[in-house]
């Protein structure tokens, strides 16, 4: 699968170690920031993730902030993504599952290594179930698409 990763400085160390062992199991990793401690707006970095995973540029995305929060709703902000903060494996799986999310959010402040790598791991290994749950996307398409006719 080819990955999209982004942070800003507080995720930085996390995102790197994640999108290492990305790569180390053969996954194509495409890192667009933030390379540096320095702070950086995460906004710009969730955007970005987004924009190319609604391009379809890459199979999903991955952001990293403190708390995974303000990155994920800057994602979500890209009509056609579907950004999820997660904690743990269950997180990470119940999101691809009942939510069928395109990028998931980690917060380098909550969650550690091991949790980090075994949640995207999960993630990206769990597909969407569809069936009730597919009416439910559909009503996001659908909030996407009001909202851009209110512009």
Do not use: W
């Amino acid at each position: 699968m080819r990955i999209a990763v982004g942070s800003d400085h507080a995720g930085l160390e996390l995102k790197e170690l994640v999108a290492a062992h990305l790569g180390a199991v053969g996954h194509d990793v495409l890192d667009l920031g933030t390379h540096t401690t320095e702070p950086v707006d995460y906004p710009d970095y969730g955007a970005a993730v987004g924009r190319v995973v609604v391009a379809g540029d890459v199979d999903f995305g991955l952001c990293v902030c403190g708390t995974g929060i303000g990155i994920s709703i800057a994602a979500n902000k890209v009509a056609g993504v579907r950004a999820a903060v997660v904690h743990d494996v269950s997180s990470a799986r119940l999101a691809r599952q009942h939510n069928d999310a395109n990028v998931v959010c980690l917060g380098a402040r909550l969650v550690g290594p091991v949790v980090a790598t075994d949640a995207v791991d999960e993630f990206l290994a769990a597909t969407f179930d569809g069936g009730r749950h597919t009416a439910r996307i559909g009503k996001i398409a659908a909030l996407e698409a009001a909202a851009r006719e209110e512009e």
